[in-house]
């Protein structure tokens, strides 16, 4: 079915790609953030014997800032979640399609493409809302 093959394919691999890639994301600011925020601590307690480390204490906040902040702003883990989300819907569509399971047992490529339309066009309204 060419639907599958030049509309669905595509979207899918999209979506599973950046699904893997916004984790990636959010797993390695959210480390970064955590291992930052844990060593400020530590180093104030050296202040009044090293120069310097009043600068990295300032250096160590600012990342600590400026990692919750993208995390914040990005909205990695909702669009992470969002994104796995209406890929496995649809691979489910695909699946009960492709096996002629459910409402596709008289396999009825409209319903199947509109199903799939509207999965994708419900996740692009629910980003948009995200990005707001």
């Known amino acids: 079915?060419?639907?599958i093959k030049n509309r669905?394919?595509?979207q899918m691999k999209y979506y599973s790609q950046k699904c893997a890639s916004l984790q990636k994301?959010?797993?390695a600011l959210s480390i970064i953030s955590i291992v930052v925020n844990a060593i400020i601590p530590i180093f104030t307690i050296a202040i009044d014997n090293f120069f310097i480390i009043k600068y990295i204490i300032a250096i160590l906040s600012a990342i600590a800032t400026i990692t919750s902040s993208v995390l914040l702003l990005r909205k990695t883990k909702d669009t992470w979640v969002a994104y796995r989300s209406t890929y496995e819907q649809l691979?489910?569509?695909r699946v009960m399609f492709e096996t002629g399971s459910g409402t596709y047992a008289t396999g009825d490529e409209h319903s199947f493409i509109m199903n799939?339309?509207?999965i994708m066009n419900s996740e692009h309204s629910a980003w948009s809302e995200r990005m707001k």
């Open 91 to 93: 691979k489910r569509e």
């Open 8 to 10: 669905l394919e595509p």
């Open 25 to 27: 994301e959010y797993y």
């Open 1 to 3: 079915m060419d639907y």
């Open 116 to 118: 799939c339309e509207n």
